[in-house]
């Protein structure tokens, strides 16, 4: 998508559509909407003004009215998309107003696109611009990757159309569309089917992009795994033909940056690119979307693309954990015994809970490379969409300090995450008879809390923050901002949580 930025007047901006917002200004628990334009621009107004009049358009969330040849503008359509109630309108809805812009478009054939900034008090102009163009990456994308009649329908020209310091607005203009992108690059790894996207694949594609953003990266197989001792990440691989990968990213500040002493913020993912449960095997019905098991991973890795391009200043490690999870004569068993690389043993509970035995041992390498922070991203567990749906991930930690940051990012990256509890009453749920603990609780009860705990017991006392994003990693139906399918999730978060302890 070619991006530009302008001051130009709306009403002589040339393209196929021209986008404004509009919030419905009503107060009152039954008062009639009062739908307001968000722009001083005089010939907008006029243009809109008997749409408005007429009562049809209420500028409810995401409501959408169209009109063709506006009077006294240079655009071909006008398009207005409401925010909602005055009092709801924030920069998230204006991130998801932009993604609609851009569904909205699509199916109709229009490649050239203009959203203009909203005028508000209350919609600062620099994170709107951000958003916006987060917004119209985000929408632009479309999961029908193999479909033999795939029509590309992608957005060729956006243009945001700004008011105010240009220089602050071509910053945000800037990182909205990293992080449009890298967001985009995570959700392609998603997408992928396991035979297109093996552990081998995925470290393939994860050092071209490293190559092309300037992150170093290095790949390592089976070998490297037994000579760190990685016997929980092993032991998940044993039972597949595909050999195992474990990827480690690493970006450097610029020279002099990174102070002796600071931070290094170690970013884990799971990458589990095809889950069938073991010898624990899933049931038939859904088993073909465990292919997004590794959304965490690729979380990670759209994480550690935008850290390259936005040069935080911190040292920051990106790790994933790459495996799949096979049932075969050679795969491990239920009551199984492994050591993980921090020589803790682990009795084997369940097959299917094994995406926590590969993040135990990629916590315990990011520690060895240095890492003073931790923060791990999977689809760990049914568990935790059992208790929050698929609206909020939930997110768990060692130290409320670290999480403080985290929660204070989440202002800026709109996603929505919950925090629950893994308080040290817990672990009594996992301690095992035979091993130092079990890879499940001893009940159903909690499920997504005894697999943070368990994960707990590798950050030791490193400060860390586990988010189990199972419900929130793939849509299951098309909202209309957003395609059906993968969204992403944790990555705007995690590059928050990271650009918070630059100095």
């Known amino acids: 998508m070619k991006t530009e930025l302008t001051t130009k007047p709306l009403s002589k901006t040339k393209t196929e559509l021209l986008t404004i917002f509009a919030q419905d200004n009503a107060t009152g628990k039954h008062a009639t909407p009062e739908p307001t334009l968000l722009t001083k621009d005089s010939a907008v ?36 998309i409401g925010l909602g109630k005055a009092t709801k ?26 959203i203009a900034t909203p005028e508000s008090a209350l919609l600062p102009p620099g994170p709107c611009i951000r958003a916006i163009v987060e917004g119209a990456f985000v929408g632009d994308f479309d999961p029908d990757t193999y479909r033999s009649d795939r029509e590309d329908k992608s957005i060729r020209d956006l243009t945001v159309v700004a008011t105010g310091d240009s220089k602050a607005a071509s910053a945000a203009f800037d990182e909205g569309k990293i992080i449009g992108e890298s967001q985009n690059f995570a959700r392609e790894l998603v997408n992928e089917p396991g035979n297109k996207l093996t552990p081998t694949i995925f470290g393939k594609r994860v ?54 002493g600071g931070p290094v913020l170690g970013l884990v993912g799971k990458g589990i690119t095809f889950d069938t449960g073991g010898i624990s095997i899933k049931p038939a019905d859904g088993m073909e979307k465990m292919k997004y098991d590794m959304a965490g991973g690729a979380a990670m890795a759209g994480a550690m693309r935008a850290i390259a391009l936005l040069k935080p200043n911190v040292k920051v490690i990106g790790i994933i954990c790459a495996a799949e999870n096979m049932p075969s004569g050679k795969a491990q068993k239920p009551g199984d015994i492994q050591t993980a690389m921090s020589g803790k043993t682990i009795e084997i509970m369940n097959t299917d809970a094994e995406g926590r035995l590969v993040l135990a041992d990629g916590l315990a390498y990011a520690k060895q490379l240095g890492a003073t922070h931790l923060i791990d991203a999977a689809t760990l567990t049914g568990a935790c969409v059992v208790a929050l749906g698929m609206i909020n991930a939930g997110m768990f930690t060692n130290d409320e300090a670290t999480l403080a940051k985290f929660k204070e990012g989440l202002k800026v990256s709109g996603e929505k995450f919950w925090e629950l509890p893994a308080e040290d ?11 130092d603990i079990m890879n499940t609780g001893d009940s159903r009860w909690g499920g997504a809390i005894t697999a943070a705990m368990f994960l707990k017991e590798f950050a030791e006392d490193t400060p860390w923050i586990h988010l189990d994003i199972a419900g929130c990693a793939w849509m299951e139906a098309a909202k209309p901002w957003i395609a059906k399918g993968p969204t992403g999730i944790a990555m705007r978060s995690i590059l928050e949580w990271v650009k918070s302890y630059a100095s």
């Open 45 to 80: 107004l006029a243009a809109a003004a008997e749409l408005l009049r007429s009562g049809e358009f209420k500028a409810c969330a995401m409501e959408t009215a169209l009109l063709h040849a506006p009077q006294g503008l240079a655009a071909k359509r006008l398009l207005l």
């Open 89 to 114: 309108a924030t920069v998230h809805e204006v991130r998801k107003g932009a993604g609609t812009a851009v569904r909205f478009a699509k199916p109709r054939n229009l490649t050239e696109l203009a």
């Open 207 to 260: 050092g071209k992009m490293a190559k092309q953003v300037g992150l170093d990266c290095e790949v390592y197989g089976e070998k490297k795994l037994r000579e760190l001792g990685m016997g929980a990440f092993l032991s998940v691989t044993q039972g597949s033909d595909e050999p195992p990968a474990l990827i480690v990213m690493t970006y450097e500040p610029k020279k002099g940056g990174h102070k002796k």
């Open 425 to 435: 009453e817990y672990r009594e749920h996992i301690k095992s008879s035979i091993a």
